[in-house]
């Protein structure tokens, strides 16, 4: 931008050129005359003038470099700003989609947490059935157990009084081959 230097100078060169504005316009008004009159300057003033006008035309050709540098960066700045008004849109319609995503995904999160929550009552209560069920085939088997010692125990009294009724069916027939052949010796 411009400088306090230059503005300085500017400032300057305007004022000299307010001064040296009169002597010019008389110039041309005398030129612009059908009587040619001589405007006589001295050459100091001559060069003030000129280097006056030399230093215009340089804050001149500077202030143009620096329009074109300051039209340059508004253009610049300009191109940037569609470019990030591009990526705000896009990124909206981005964080759009992502929010829908996100609720999607959240939604199914959801339906997960409650089938887990089901499956989790259901593995509860098949322990539980288990358990019991467990608990049941124990007591059977316990009874089967109870039952097989009692048959066993059953079978050994009963083979036991067989054994004893054997013997005693013995016993019995010895006395009566005893006594029928004591009677066929008492009767003989």
Known sequence: MWSKTRICITLSLLL???????CVGSCSQAA??????????SKKDWERLKANNAAQAKALNESQAELNAVKQ????????????QILLETSQMTSDEMT??????????NLQKAE???????????????????????????????????????????????????????????????????GYAIAK
């Open 116 to 182: 887990n929550a089901k499956l989790m009552r259901e593995l509860k209560d098949a322990k539980a059935e288990s358990l019991t069920a467990y608990e049941a085939i124990s007591k059977a088997n316990q009874f089967l157990q109870d039952t097989k010692a009692e048959i066993e125990a059953n079978e050994a009294a009963w083979r036991k009084r067989e054994a004893q009724l054997e013997r005693q069916r013995f016993l019995w027939q010895i006395i009566s081959v005893a006594c029928a052949y004591g």
């Open 100 to 109: 829908k995503l996100c609720a999607t995904l959240l939604n199914e999160l």
């Open 32 to 41: 612009a005359g059908t009587t040619e009159e001589t405007l006589t300057v």
């Open 73 to 84: 960066a508004q253009a610049e700045s300009e191109r940037a700003l569609s470019e990030a």
């Open 16 to 22: 000299a050129l307010c001064f040296c504005v009169p």
